[in-house]
């Protein structure tokens, strides 16, 4: 007997990637968007669940790991001859031991007979840290290692760690996540677990095989004895009934979700977190009718949707790092979704780059024939139950992001990646990455000879191609970018006279350099305000100083017919990022990977 699971929303396709991540026996059949599983499988999801998420998060190889690497970064700054190296040093030994003492304790929690040895080893650390004896530090840690992967030490700190930061983010305290749950075995957790969500879908399948069957016998049988609820609601109702009536179960709603199962369970956040609403919002006129129910095949999928998704950490809203889920939901290919996301999640895990791991997963899609060009969806969550905090983010990923925005002829040379990261981002929303332009800009005014304007000249054709860069090119086939740029920085070198680099130090300018720098502030806070008159005004100072024609470009600024807001942006912050190159292209690209 197999359960039919058609996938119609993104929310369920993350169930639905888990699952088939689960699914190491490839038992699950998969044609499109419908999965076919077979009902003893579900039944014995609880072992293979725990399996998986002891085995995939594992505290104590990543304990290990960690505390490996912090001894190679503290081994190879232990001369300390500068003052970086000792900081370096210092914060690397700091985070090492605070590591050792934060795992042990987590040990002694749950193992207190274990406190001797914990206690001897932390003290073991110190000493060998203190000595610098790194030699005695290579012996502890192959000690600490046979504490932390003893099955029964790993399989607690890893179950308890995965309930409260990768499921407890969508499914809150409920069933085996709840905190007080935590000093239980794995066993006795398996079962709560099978209890809370696979016991009601394997009563619902028998209660509807039942009814298809009308066998009035073993439908009574199963109705009086079963605490499913549907069958505690027919007892309340029928008390005493020698005939069960097929029509009475009509009154069940089909699930919001998966149309074939019956909706018994109200839709709302206590099921996914993210969704921050409750059923009392859903009847706020008194219908209960406008409740959304769902199955508890629905809510299994619900409950496993943060293992389908890749999880990382992000900078949100300039706060410190959120622990954000991320999936590239692909309507109607379950198949193409689960390849998409492995690879997405394999590349964000060896380069923790969100542009590396969308370039990755879009390889796979080249092979998709023009006329089946799947869409990409973009989906970022995170929550915070303490202080009621939840974000969700949808980005439609068209065909022009992958072919401008994530192409390495112009992406790979922006530098640093912080900058990079914001222009992704930005253009993932079709927000226009003019403010980050200018904002960067007036960052790199500030450096001096160290200026990496070459990176923003990248941003801005980037910018152009994706607001339409084809009609914005020139009469000579370039692209309007390239050629102011190449305006400003032939203007500098004529103001300067010195072609690439100026032979100054640092610390000091000639003074038409000062004046430069100033009248660069002038003609960006004028491009910043659309101010054209003011930009037109200063540009032909600067070119008649120069000795030098005014290109037609400017003087088509003044017309908004001729040259639109978003033209005009590309005009002016393109001159201004070749006016400030101080450096050749090659410096420059240089210069910005040391940022």
Not at 78 to 91: L, T, W
Not at 286 to 298: D, H, K, R, V, Y
Not at 467 to 487: A, R
Request: hydrophobic fraction near 35%; include cysteine.
């Amino acid at each position: 007997m197999n359960k039919i699971i058609q996938i119609n929303d993104w929310l369920f396709n993350m169930g639905a990637t888990a699952l088939l991540r689960l699914d190491k026996s490839n038992s699950i059949k998969v044609d499109a968007n419908r999965l076919e599983v077979p009902i003893e499988w579900i039944e014995g999801l609880p072992e293979r669940l725990f399996t998986y998420l002891i085995q995939k998060y594992s505290r104590g190889e990543n304990t290990v790991n960690w505390l490996v690497k912090m001894k190679d970064y503290a081994k190879s700054n232990s001369n300390e001859e500068s003052k970086k190296e000792q900081e370096r040093y210092k914060d690397a030994t700091k985070r090492f031991l605070s590591t050792v003492k934060e795992s042990m304790q987590k040990v002694i929690k749950y193992f207190p007979d274990e406190i001797d040895i914990t206690e001897n080893l932390e003290k073991k650390c110190e000493l060998a840290v203190e000595m610098k004896d790194f030699e005695e530090l290579v012996k502890t840690i192959d000690e600490i290692k046979l504490i932390l992967l003893r099955s029964d030490i790993n399989e607690k700190l890893t179950l308890n760690y995965v309930k409260a930061m990768i499921l407890a983010p969508a499914s809150g305290q409920v069933s085996f996540l709840n905190v007080t749950k935590n000093k239980m075995t794995r066993e006795e957790q398996q079962n709560l677990f099978f209890r809370d969500f696979i016991e009601p879908i394997i009563l619902e399948n028998t209660l509807r095989n039942l009814l298809k069957e009308a066998n009035q016998e073993e439908l009574q049988s199963f109705l009086h004895q079963s605490e499913y609820l549907i069958a505690k609601e027919w007892r309340k109702e029928h008390k005493k009934v020698k005939e069960v009536e097929i029509s009475w179960f009509e009154r069940y709603p089909k699930c919001a979700a998966l149309g074939n199962e019956w909706g018994t369970l109200p839709y709302e956040e206590k099921m996914f977190m993210p969704l921050g609403s409750t059923s009392l919002n859903d009847r706020w006129d008194g219908q209960e009718s406008n409740i959304q129910m769902i199955s508890p095949l629905a809510r299994l999928l619900l409950f496993l949707s943060p293992l389908g998704c890749v999880n990382y950490k992000k900078k949100m809203h300039n706060t410190m790092d959120e622990n954000v889920f991320a999936f590239l939901h692909i309507e109607g290919d379950c198949l193409e979704t689960l390849e998409r996301n492995n690879s997405f999640s394999s590349i964000i895990k060896a380069e923790n780059s969100l542009v590396d791991a969308l370039q990755g997963t879009h390889k796979k899609q080249l092979k998709v024939e023009d006329e089946k060009r799947m869409a990409t969806v973009l989906v970022e969550w995170c929550t915070e139950s303490k202080v009621k905090k939840t974000l969700l983010e949808y980005r439609w990923i068209e065909e022009k992001f992958y072919l401008y925005v994530l192409n390495e002829d112009y992406i790979s040379k922006i530098f640093p990646s912080s900058f990079r990261e914001q222009l992704i981002q930005q253009h993932l929303r079709n927000y226009d990455t003019k403010m980050i332009l200018q904002n960067e800009l007036y960052e790199q005014l500030r450096k001096g000879n160290l200026r990496n304007t070459f990176s923003v000249k990248q941003g801005l054709i980037i910018r152009e191609l994706m607001m339409g860069g084809k009609n914005m090119s020139t009469e000579k086939g370039k692209n309007l970018t390239d050629q102011m740029y190449n305006t400003g920085f032939s203007l500098r070198k004529a103001l300067t006279g010195d072609g690439s680099t100026e032979q100054v130090t640092e610390q000091y300018k000639a003074p038409i350099s000062k004046k430069l720098d100033s009248t660069i502030y002038r003609i960006l806070n004028a491009a910043k305000s659309g101010n054209r008159k003011l930009f037109f005004e200063l540009v032909i100072r600067l070119n008649i100083l120069a000795g030098r024609k005014v290109s037609k470009e400017f003087t088509q600024c003044l017309d908004s017919t001729i040259v639109n807001d978003a033209k005009f942006s590309t005009i002016s912050l393109a001159f201004v990022a070749g006016l400030m190159g101080v450096n050749s292209n090659k410096g420059e690209k240089e210069n910005g990977e040391n940022n």
